[in-house]
Structure formats: C-alpha cells, structure tokens
C-alpha cells in the first residue's frame, strides 16, 4: 500500500513539473522547452557582434574657471575636442612587475620547447588538444607567478612562510 501512494505521489509531481512544457504562453509558443544542439553551440552561447561599433566620441572642455569636463554632447558656445574611445579597451594601467633572475640553485622549468597560446583566430571555436595543452601550461606558469608573488607579499608583510 505504501508503494502505491509513492508511486502516485511521483506521477503527480512528474506532471506538475512538465506543465510549463505543453502550456502556451501569450505568442503560442510553449513556456519553457529544453535546448536544441544548435543553442548549445559556442557561437551562439557568446555574443559575438562584430557589427555594432564600440566605438565612443565624447566631448571634452574646459569652462571659464578652467575645470576640465566630459560629457557625451558637445557643450553649447565653448570650443571642445573629441575623443574616440572604443569600450572594449582596458584602460587602467597595470602596475609593471620587474624582471627576477631566478636563483642559480633552484631549477627552472623548461618551456623553449612549448609554444605561447595564442587566441582564436576570427570566428575559431575548435578547441584543439595542443591549445588546450598550451592553456593549462599557461595556467601553471600564471601559477608560478602568483606563488612568487605571494612570497614577496609575505616577506614585504613580515608574516612567516607557510610549510
């Protein structure tokens, strides 16, 4: 008997869970529905619109009290100049790390043989073994980098090295 009741709870929620599925929205189409292949494609799961500018003009001026302003309308009866800003451009700075020679007692990797990675070309969205391969020896050596630079952060801090 009890098997029964569970048997019967299941269907029920089974069926509440697939209303959404056949039930129509305003435009006739069904509420939810699972993705088709062509919607798990990588192209179509990054928006990639090479189209639409990115490109920005904004105004700059300076007033009668000379303060510097920026806006994105050219200000009326003062002269101004124009920047082009394009939105997809990192504008901060990193701070620069300097160079360490590595001491001569600890061995370096060997990476003459290993290729950089180099990004997708237009429109590539194969991942092949060899970038794959590449990324993860690019993800050891940016780990490498944050370990060193931990390890200065410690030693600059005064706080003892963690065995």
Known sequence: MKWIYRIFTLIILAGALAIPFFM????????????EMKDLSPSSLVSN?????SDRTIYKWKDANGVWHYGD?????SQFTTLVVNDKTNIL?????????????KATPNTDNKN???????NEDT?????????VDDAH?????????NQQLDTLTGNKEKN
């Open 93 to 105: 700075q990193s701070t620069p790390v300097p160079e360490k020679t590595a001491p001569p007692n």
């Open 141 to 149: 050596a940016v780990r490498e980098i944050m370990e060193q630079r």
């Open 49 to 53: 619109t090479p189209n639409m500018s």
């Open 73 to 77: 309308q050219p200000p009326e009866g």
């Open 24 to 35: 129509k929205n305003k435009q006739g189409d069904p509420m939810m529905s699972l993705p």
């Open 127 to 135: 991942l092949t073994l060899d970038r794959a391969l590449n990324i």
């Open 116 to 122: 950089a990675y180099t990004p997708p070309k237009n």
